[in-house]
């Protein structure tokens, strides 16, 4: 590609209030001058750049160009979901995208990696000025902040009206006591939330406190997975595996599942009318209701901090998670908009409601520690335990504690 070794630059430029990134290659009298030659590599989902899609990547950086007649600007675009990218972008940053989009959760794989430019100054402010408290902090790290938010990134419940009424909907047990609700209990990303709504913790309180680590032990865990055991033999109980949850909607075989934004135009479809979908609701446990608390995060506009071109590169970053570019997303695929000023115009939306509603109140920012990992892998075990009946009222605290051990080792240990 082109890259060069200005790393120590680049942190640099990037933290300084004053970068004129919207600078025009200008002469001494301040009169427009010979266009600067900038090219510029942008990777995004595949799903951002097709013709379903109004190619809206394509689209956005057109509209920027035309915006910033100073730069001619040649775009390269590459295909990279927010989830990978962080991984292809830290195995080689020299190589990779100049702007790139990734999720929250793979911040520290890119800032081990020097991959990542840390926004400050000006920019910060002017972000800081568009987006929530809790969208912040999902992308700060030692007090620094990377990159340019997009939308949250968290998953809710979507139910059938004809059902359930508002207020049952409210309470995990009185919607099982009535019908079918499928949940995905094998998905690490999803068993959690029993758990949190107990007290238990991952990483702290906030989640960034990697000493503390996972914890789920104690009467407070077991007691969790008393409920599931109770919960996984529950014959209105469905276990979502490989899309059941959804088929169950279609044909009228399940009345709930939980899942995110991604589902919303097959669930619509398949509910027609009776379409609903919520934050997450409360269980009862020993008698007391508890809140379901799912990981939430966010998805952002990174930029690569050896970018030949950075003043553009910023520019673009900004564009691109921009209260325009976020309404286009929104209204070509769905992708609900975290910008506070866009989200105040949009009252009539279930979906942006209840994904907004669930990550501010019953969701946790999902740690991106480095010991994060060692959650994933036990915890959908438990799952699969759960279901195939091998965890029980009998063993609920000699397996939770083995759960929570798991969670606390290492995988190379």
């Known amino acids: 590609m082109k890259k060069r070794g200005v790393a120590l630059l680049m942190a640099a430029v990037f933290a300084v209030a004053n970068l004129s990134g919207c600078g025009r290659n200008a002469g001494g009298d301040g009169t427009l001058g010979e266009k600067e030659k900038v090219r510029l590599m942008v990777w995004s989902p595949s799903e ?34 927010e989830a990978t990218a962080a991984s292809q972008v830290a195995q080689d940053p020299e190589e990779s995208a100049d702007v ?14 020097k991959a990542l430019a840390k926004f400050g100054g000006k920019y910060r402010e002017e972000i800081e000025n568009t987006n929530s408290e809790e ?48 949940f995905p209990i094998t998905n690490s990303w999803y068993i959690a939330s029993f758990y949190v709504a107990n007290g238990c913790t991952l990483f702290g309180e906030d989640g960034t406190d990697e000493a503390a680590g996972v914890d789920f032990e104690g009467d407070k865990a077991k007691a969790v997975t008393d409920y599931l ?3 996984v033999n529950n014959p209105n109980f469905v276990s979502d595996a490989d899309g059941s949850g959804l088929s169950g909607l279609r044909d009228g075989s399940v009345k709930a599942m939980f899942s995110g934004s ?84 949009i009252t009539d939306d279930a979906l942006v409601t209840a994904q907004n509603d669930t990550f501010n109140n019953t969701s946790i920012i999902q740690p991106f520690v480095k010991n994060m990992s060692n959650y994933w892998t036990p915890a959908e075990n438990f799952g699969k335990s759960l279901v195939n009946g091998e965890v029980t009222h009998d063993n609920a605290a000699e397996m939770t504690e083995k759960l929570n051990t798991s969670m606390n080792t290492s995988a190379v240990e």
């Not at 951002?48 to 394509?58: A, P, R």
């Not at 589902?263 to 009318?273: H, I, P, T």
């Open 100 to 113: 790139f989009m990734y999720a929250n959760d793979t911040l520290t794989t890119m800032t081990d990696a």
């Open 135 to 182: 969208v912040l902090s999902s992308l700060i790290k030692d007090g620094d902040l990377y990159g340019v938010p997009f939308t949250t990134n968290t998953w809710f419940m979507y139910y059938d009206k004809s059902a359930f009424t508002e207020d049952e909907v409210k309470n995990l047990d009185t919607m099982i006591a009535k019908d079918k609700i499928s």
């Open 229 to 231: 055991v109770d919960l």
């Open 262 to 345: 991604w589902d919303a135009s097959a669930v619509k479809e398949a509910l027609g009318d009776n379409y609903g979908v919520v934050q997450l609701p409360t269980i009862t446990i020993n008698g007391e209701e508890k809140q379901m608390k799912s990981f939430s995060g966010s998805k952002a506009i990174g930029v690569n901090p050896n970018c030949e071109y950075p003043q553009v590169a910023v520019a673009l970053a900004r564009y691109l998670g921009s209260a325009d570019a976020q309404k286009a997303h929104y209204e070509l695929r769905n992708v609900v908009p975290c910008n506070e000023e866009l989200l105040s115009q």
């Open 48 to 81: 951002d750049q097709s013709k379903d899609s109004g190619e809206w990547l394509q689209t956005m950086c057109n509209n920027f160009a035309k915006e910033h007649p100073e730069w001619d600007i040649t775009f390269v675009y590459g295909v990279a979901d």
